[in-house]
């Protein structure tokens, strides 16, 4: 099947439903303008490319993750401020916070403090 079959079919199922009788050439002069108005659709009604939103989405999660990062830097940050005061260090301290809970002091060597 072709395009101008396909448009064909569609007006001759279209015209039967709502009980229209139309002739061959009828249906061929519809259809070629129906595939016409089809092809120029987008020009009358914009559509952006998916690629657009594609792009628009992934800017989109890289300004979260970019937020949520400085967030969880900020906070991490705050909390070796608070674990060197609590642990009696100097505010010029290397001091960390492992994943485990762990709390090391490093600078020429790594000790554990907590």
Same mark, same amino acid.
């Given at each position: 099947?072709? =395009?101008?079959? =396909?448009?064909?079919?569609?007006?001759?199922?279209?015209?039967?439903?709502?009980?229209?009788?139309?002739?061959?050439?009828?249906?061929?002069?519809?259809?070629?303008?129906?595939?016409?108005?089809?092809?120029? =659709?987008?020009?009358?009604?914009?559509?952006?490319?998916?690629?657009?939103?594609?792009?628009?989405?992934?800017?989109?999660?890289?300004?979260?993750?970019?937020?949520?990062?400085?967030?969880?830097?900020?906070?991490?940050?705050?909390?070796?401020?608070?674990?060197?005061?609590?642990?009696?260090?100097?505010?010029?301290?290397?001091?960390?916070?492992?994943?485990?809970?762990?709390?090391?002091?490093?600078?020429?060597?790594?000790?554990?403090?907590?």
């Amino acid at each position: 099947m072709n =395009y101008e079959e =396909y448009w064909r079919e569609c007006i001759a199922d279209a015209a039967e439903e709502c009980g229209a009788v139309l002739t061959g050439e009828q249906i061929n002069a519809i259809a070629g303008s129906v595939q016409v108005a089809h092809e120029n =659709y987008d020009m009358a009604f914009y559509a952006p490319p998916p690629s657009d939103r594609i792009s628009t989405v992934k800017r989109e999660g890289d300004a979260k993750l970019a937020r949520l990062q400085a967030e969880f830097d900020a906070y991490r940050n705050d909390a070796e401020i608070a674990v060197k005061r609590a642990l009696r260090q100097w505010p010029d301290a290397n001091v960390s916070i492992q994943k485990n809970g762990e709390v090391i002091r490093w600078g020429g060597r790594i000790e554990r403090i907590q």
